[in-house]
């Protein structure tokens, strides 16, 4: 190393790195990995899978919080709190001090694309970045096996991490990214695009206890109603890499002057 | 009744009642009263508090529910699950095949304005509803109380849901309303109101067991970054009902443009 250099050390980008498929899911190592090509990782999960769990917080019970030891040259950290929450300790506790440059969510197992998006923990993590400052991008991809191969998003991962330390993203606005499960021959490329306004159709299934009162479990499937080419959906679907961007802002504008015009005294 | 009635009766509007606070709570059963007054309401809830759930699902545990006897004359139903697992349960199992005419949510205790809102499930039941394709409120009252009189809000709620069921709301558009904790006759009046853009000051207390790991109490306050006269949170502030319009598109369509020319290939 050079005087010059000793004088003026380059920081290394602080990124940190979380999901909701839980501290053990492959896509959380995977997107780790990637990051620290970039940057000094932190990393924080829930002890399990916490999908669905939207934009949930715990403070109606005090949440553990636990540095594990890994083979990987940078930290981790499980919690039993939410994604949301684990986003909180360590912005607000672990990093205290410090500028987080970038928070990358995922890379989650399965589709966050179209009104999943509003259930999705995976987004509500880089939601909670963005809340708080820091440049966030949650990533998806369209995969929804454990053992997922994730090699086909690495260099798109590579590329959107890159870009946005260069860029930046404006206060407010973060990226949702999806990837279609597809070997990375068979990416069509990248597109920038909206929420796809689907509906979820529910299929609830009753069953009973041997004594006891029912119970209910919870599925569905997502209805294609909005068959625009310019959406999140469309653009996974047709093997495209989907940006998709987030304003933490859910005003309808629009509407303020409708509402204005109905005159409730 | 005369004949022309008994031929042609006028279907009363079918109206679903749920909150975040839990089956119990003062709030719900003030909304229940009022909504009853324009229809035939159907309650459900969660068995507790489930403040700061925002749209979180279960879908790898069952749920339970379970019809309770109440003095009211409406249905009342309470789950093990989510303020949004409620609002699913509801719409695709308790009133399948019916049309639901207005969803409201609440009395919520306490704010839902700023960036609450995101983490509100008061507001996220409201969500689920519009998801749905039902006109959906939120309703909120300035005050922490669980024995908070809401007298003050019954006229605007009244008018609320009477201006809804009439005008009925666009696709993908609900409204969050928010009520200041202040005499009936110390309201101002409503604004109509976009979502202040405040930031949340977490404030992390770590404790430790008698002999174990420490543990950590989330908590924190509003900074009031977004000053402006326009927002839900300047509206209650200054003694105004606030009615904020939230569009399930979270979509920022300048972005779009700003990252087509990226051109991250």
């Known amino acids: ?27 959380l190592r995977m997107l780790g990995d990637i990051a ?12 399990n899978g916490r999908s669905g769990m939207s934009h949930a ?3 109606a019970l005090p949440l553990r919080l636990r540095k594990i030891s890994s083979s990987k040259d940078f930290e981790m950290y499980k919690t039993s709190g939410t ?10 506790y672990l990093l205290k001090d410090q500028q987080v440059d970038l928070l990358v969510s995922g890379i ?9 998006v509003i259930y999705s923990a995976t987004v509500a993590a880089a939601i909670e970045g963005c809340l ?3 440049p966030s991008v949650a990533f998806s991809m369209v995969n929804y096996n454990n053992n997922c191969d994730f090699k086909a998003a690495q260099s798109a991962i590579q590329k959107i991490i890159q870009t946005v330390l260069e860029k930046g993203l404006p206060p407010h606005i973060c990226l949702n990214v999806n990837i279609p499960n597809v070997p990375e021959n068979e990416i069509k490329g990248i ?9 979820w159709h529910e299929s609830i299934v009753a069953r009973e206890y041997p004594a006891d009162m029912p119970y209910f479990w919870m599925g569905g499937s997502l ?23 987030i304003n933490i802002d859910w005003t309808d504008y629009s509407m303020i002057h409708e509402l204005k015009k109905w005159k409730i005294k």
Chains 1, 2 share one sequence.
């Open 223 to 245: 209805l294609e109603k909005d068959k625009a080419k310019d959406t999140d959906h469309w653009a996974v679907k047709h093997n495209y890499i989907s940006i998709h961007p």
């Open 1 to 27: 190393m050079n005087k010059k250099e000793e004088k003026s050390p380059v920081k290394k980008p602080l990124i940190l790195v979380v999901n909701d498929d839980g501290i053990n899911a492959k896509g």
């Open 108 to 116: 989650n197992h399965g589709a966050n694309t179209s009104v999943s």
């Open 36 to 47: 620290q090509q970039f940057g000094q990782v932190v990393m924080i999960a829930p002890n």
């Open 83 to 92: 994604p949301v929450d684990a986003v909180k300790l360590a912005l607000n």
């Open 191 to 199: 597109k920038i695009t909206r929420q796809a306004i689907n509906e």
């Open 132 to 134: 708080s400052g820091v």
């Open 57 to 59: 917080i715990t403070f």
